[in-house]
């Protein structure tokens, strides 16, 4: 069973950058897809972006597409989330998540371990 912790949310201003990092703890962390969901008040858990095993596949919700990627280091059991051009669309709780059954999973009811999350606020 895989342990994460999420670190790297904050306060930041519209346009602005931030780099998320779950590290990951008491599995196999290479044999895990890796993904990332955000949470906004009053809404569902909805899927950003995940990464396969080997980090040679990636996706990302449209949403995010050509502003957030997504990256892992085996070496270093920890997968990343960077994100550019920030907006206020984009104020969430973010989540680390892992599965070991199938990078296609999108939703959040499909993925087995999850991190507590990490604030990210975005300000105009």
């Known amino acids: 069973q895989v342990q994460l912790a999420e670190s790297g949310g904050g306060l930041v201003q519209t346009g602005g950058s931030l780099r998320l990092s779950c590290a990951a703890s008491?599995?196999?962390?290479?044999?895990?897809?890796m993904g990332w969901f955000r949470q906004a008040p009053g809404k569902e858990r909805d899927f950003v972006a995940a990464?396969?095993?080997?980090?040679?596949?990636?996706s990302y919700a449209d949403s995010v597409k050509g502003r957030f990627t997504i990256s892992r280091d085996n070496t270093k059991n920890t997968v990343y989330l960077q994100m550019n051009s920030l907006n206020a669309e984009d104020t969430a709780v973010y989540y680390c998540a892992a599965n070991n059954r199938s990078f296609w999973l999108r939703t959040y009811r499909e993925y087995d371990y999850w991190g507590r999350g990490t604030q990210v606020t975005v300000s105009s």
């Open positions: 990464i396969s095993w080997s980090g040679g596949s990636t």
């Open positions: 008491g599995g196999t962390f290479s044999s895990y897809t």
